[in-house]
């Protein structure tokens, strides 16, 4: 079974950028769309963005505009690109398939101080 694993967060001032990474352990074209979703504390687990085995792109309205993904298929890796972070983005950062599978990794903490 080809997992997914996050990585890439970190602590960054408001306005700044980020860009996270979503490496599969075989090939990224297994899953017929790939997601990232993120937590912040107190909350449910949201939406941020898809990416679909053709290529085709979906986000949450809080984030379009700002956050864009990219695909490097002979890496085998998903990008999310954060752009003009605020101190709302600041969340633990999942990818998984999407729709989700109920298996989550462990995340990757992206901290947006004000």
């Known amino acids: 079974q080809v997992q997914l694993v996050e990585s890439g967060g970190g602590l960054v001032q408001a306005g700044g950028s980020l860009r996270l990474s979503c490496a599969a352990s075989?090939?990224?074209?297994?899953?017929?769309?790939v997601g990232w979703y993120r937590q912040a504390p107190g909350k449910q687990r949201e939406f941020v963005a898809r990416i679909t085995r053709g290529g085709l792109t979906n986000y949450a309205d809080s984030v379009k505009g700002r956050f864009t993904l990219s695909r490097d298929n002979a890496k085998n890796t998903v990008y999310l690109q954060m752009d003009s972070l605020k101190p709302e983005d600041t969340a633990v950062y999942y990818c998984?398939?999407?729709?989700?599978?109920?298996?989550w990794g462990q995340g990757t903490q992206v901290t947006v101080s004000s």
């Open positions: 998984n398939e999407f729709p989700a599978l109920p298996s």
């Open positions: 075989g090939s990224i074209f297994s899953f017929n769309a």
